[in-house]
């Protein structure tokens, strides 16, 4: 019988496995198929006929669907987006009219909070992404309200808000950050960037620990919804690791996570210690494969659709080439240092200004310390020189990449390309060029900043089409990503980056039966069909994480 015991003198021998994916195509790599999988005490223990050969305990019927490596994330804030669950329901709203009404509504249940503090919204809603106080004025005049946009590089208050916060026509514009203003310099109600938007931030309720425990708990089921079992968390401030070690001690921590440490211009120096006391606090948790808290994260610059992101350039019609969140002397001294002490570096960079100075900085940090197994991570990459471009593979930098954004959507033709222009607009996410010169990309959502699921990363990433189906062809179709090609960056080179791929990212006897099952073979059909592939089960170590 499958499963079950048998005494050989005073031993006793398991024969055949936990469980038995059958009855569809198994992915082991581009163009590599097999029939079967098992897993045994949470390892794939055999595949094809040998697989079936012993039996399991429980029989999985993939019923033609494909089982995969479960995909990685390598860059999202799960507790951010676990949060916007617990606020007012904004984030899939498409009208100015509609968030506001919300947000009434949210506050008219809500007499006892003191702030109303919600995310995130589409700021292509607005001209140029400038939203109004006096909108929320108009629902909600008694309280504070601050609402994060889907960038989380902006907010909008309302004037209550902005009132508490001391933000009037005299409030200097910050060096990093802007306050958007009338013409007589009263302030519209919208801040960008984090120098700007603390003003008014600083002075919200934070969140209690449990509140946070339960954000991040239901962003963990939302992972392992779209088939994610290992996510890079790209933004932790002090203390952020905690709500993870508290679901970590229950048992409810459903994927692999590893924290990156946000590090600050102005005090890193100070931080040095706090990470490193951090990393320690998380590795005495005894759950290396779960919870790791090794990298430190850097923002080199902004977003472009706020026109902080920097840019050799400057932006079209003006003299503005945006803004370097870290003077380059100064962020190439805190990556040497932080890199000393044994982290990954993980650094922001959308502009290609900004993928310049990241580049200077890892090149630094290699020149500076000794050999050693880095794999130093540069997210975003909206924009870079052909000769930037080209240092990615000799660098060993992994270029973590929002593939979903390579589209024509409203961000894209209302925000970012008039600020742009065509030229400029025509080379962003060089998704296969990079490939093509031998550099590794990795998939990142950036979730909540847009959708978590990897299906609809790989859907735009193979056909550089919205969900319309338009331009006809593809946008830049040059930089399409075969869909294999961008499940096996979503997998093994996902992996990969998180320092992971010794035990997960591919389905090889001895892994983790860290898998996938999906409703269909969205390789063996049009790529602008994976889309709408479902999610029906989730595995982390041969325990299920969600079952459709």
């Keep these: 019988m499958p499963g079950q015991t048998v005494h050989i003198g005073e031993r006793v021998v398991r024969v055949g496995a936990d469980l038995l ?16 999988l098992a897993v045994t005490a949470g390892r794939i223990s055999a595949l094809g006929a040998d697989a079936t050969a012993a039996g399991a305990t429980e029989v999985v019927d993939l019923d033609g669907g494909l089982l995969l490596p479960a995909f990685s994330d390598g860059h999202c804030h799960p507790p951010q987006a676990g949060m916007e ?11 100015v009219e509609a968030i506001v009404a919300e947000v009434g509504r949210y506050a008219a249940a809500h007499p006892e909070l003191g702030w109303i503090v919600g995310g995130s919204y589409e700021p292509a809603l607005a001209p140029g992404g400038s939203f109004h106080a006096a909108w929320l004025d108009a629902v909600v005049a008694d309280r504070p309200v601050l609402l994060r946009a889907h960038d989380y590089h902006t907010v909008w208050c309302n004037s209550r808000a902005l009132e508490v ?3 009037d026509a005299s409030t200097p514009q910050p060096a990093t950050g802007l306050i958007d203003r009338f013409a007589d310099g009263r302030p519209v109600g919208t801040l960008r960037e984090p120098e700007a938007y603390t003003l008014v931030d600083r002075f919200a309720p934070s969140p209690t620990p449990a509140v946070w425990a339960d954000a991040l708990r239901l962003a963990c089921a939302d992972m392992a919804a779209v088939g994610v ?51 320690e606090e998380v590795a005495a948790a005894g759950a290396p494969r779960l919870l790791t808290g090794d990298t430190v994260k850097f923002f080199a610059d902004g977003v472009i659709e706020s026109a902080t992101a920097e840019m050799l350039e400057p932006y079209l019609d003006t003299h503005d ?10 962020l190439a001294r805190a990556v040497a240092a932080i890199d000393a002490l044994g982290f990954q570096t993980h650094i922001h960079a959308i502009g290609d200004a900004a993928v310049r100075h990241a580049l200077d900085a890892i090149e630094h940090a290699t020149r500076t310390n000794p050999d050693r197994d880095r794999r130093p991570v540069i997210t975003h990459v909206q924009l870079a020189e052909a000769s930037d471009l080209a240092r990615f593979a000799p660098l060993g930098v992994v270029a973590a990449m929002q593939t979903y954004w390579a589209q024509h959507d409203a961000l894209m033709d209302e925000l970012t390309a008039p600020r742009l222009g065509p030229d400029r607009t025509d080379r962003q996410y060089p998704v296969a060029t990079l490939l ?66 010794a035990f997960r990212g591919s389905l090889t006897v001895g892994r983790d039966a860290d898998l996938v099952q999906l409703d269909r073979d969205v390789t063996a059909a049009d790529p602008a069909l994976a889309r709408t592939a479902e999610v029906r089960g989730t595995w982390l170590a041969g325990t299920a994480t969600h079952q459709r």
């Design 436 to 501: 093509g010169l031998g550099a590794r990309v990795s998939i990142a959502s950036d979730w909540p900043v847009s959708t978590n699921s990897p299906l609809e990363a790989l859907t735009v990433a193979a056909t550089r089409q919205n969900d319309a189906g338009l331009p006809v062809g593809g946008w830049m179709p040059h930089e399409r990503l075969p869909l294999e090609a961008g499940l096996l960056a979503a997998t093994a080179t996902g992996a990969y980056q998180g320092f992971t791929d």
């Design 21 to 36: 994916f059958t009855n569809g195509p198994v992915w082991l790599g581009p163009g590599l198929r097999t029939d079967a």
């Design 85 to 95: 669950k617990l606020g007012p329901s904004i984030s899939d709203l498409d009208s």
């Design 321 to 330: 080439h945006g803004r370097a969140v870290w003077p380059p002397d100064e």
């Design 229 to 279: 079992t290992w996510m890079q968390d790209a933004w932790v401030d002090e203390g952020g690791h905690r709500p993870y070690l508290a679901l970590l001690g229950r048992g409810e921590l459903g994927v692999r996570t590893n924290l990156a440490w946000l590090a600050e211009p102005d005090c890193w120096r100070d931080q040095l210690a706090v990470f490193v006391a951090q990393r």
């Design 165 to 167: 916060a001391g933000v």
